[in-house]
């Protein structure tokens, strides 16, 4: 897909790796529509980027959205498409981190359960790390097809979904979204709609910077190239993933040979 002149929707994009991705489309002459809950943060972001106006169209624009309610959702897709006449591209980067043991017990006495991963840990994070997905993956297909507009969903997974400690709630969210990702080609391809996934690594992001610093240190040792990846290789991924019009129903692992 040409991605100058392309209407992409970004979620998460008001900071960090969402808009890192943003940015470098926004270079590339694509038309963002940026996503996320904080306005001053939304209004702040979509100021910083290269702009882009063409005839009546608005250039880039920001829609305060929680993408774990599906009237929200709708809302802003319905906006959005009647802003800049359709969706072509979506980045579903939008999620949140409630790391916990299932159950974790005393040092002392093994036998005695101390906490409990909660159910409340447990539903933020599948409502927004896979529902979210979920429905903006839905609603951007149907404008895709409303508008005869051929286009590319591209879902963040994570190498966490193939199971990592403290992140139940997190791995089986992003195992999810690499489902949703082979399923949705499958289904997609007759609409002309690519989907793909990234699963990253550990990145320089606002979520890696939340984490323990022993936490941090002991993921950092299995990963051979030793290092925190950079925001700008997933954003330069996520280009590579627009622009190839062979890639679908895959996802392409950016972790610096990490194997968790």
Known sequence: ?????????????????????????????????????????????????????????????????????????????????????AVHGLVNNAGILRDGLLVKTDRDDPQRVTQTLTLQQWQAVIDVNLTGVFLCGREAARHMIETSASGVIINLSSVSRAGNMGQSNYAAAKAGVAALTVTWAKELAKHQIRVAAIAPGVFGTDMVASMKPEALDRLLKFVPLGRIGEVNEIAHTVQYLLENDFFTGRVLEIDGGLRV
């Open 1 to 85: 897909m040409e991605i100058k002149n392309r209407t992409i929707v970004v979620t998460g994009g008001a900071r960090g790796l969402g808009f890192a991705i943003a940015s470098s489309l926004a270079e590339l002459g694509a038309r963002i529509a940026l996503i996320d809950i904080d306005d001053d943060a939304l209004e702040k972001a979509c100021a910083s980027l290269t702009p882009h106006s063409t005839g009546s169209n608005p250039g880039h624009t920001w829609h305060n959205t929680n993408v774990a309610d599906e009237a929200s959702v709708v809302a802003a897709f319905n906006a959005i498409v009647e802003q800049h006449g």
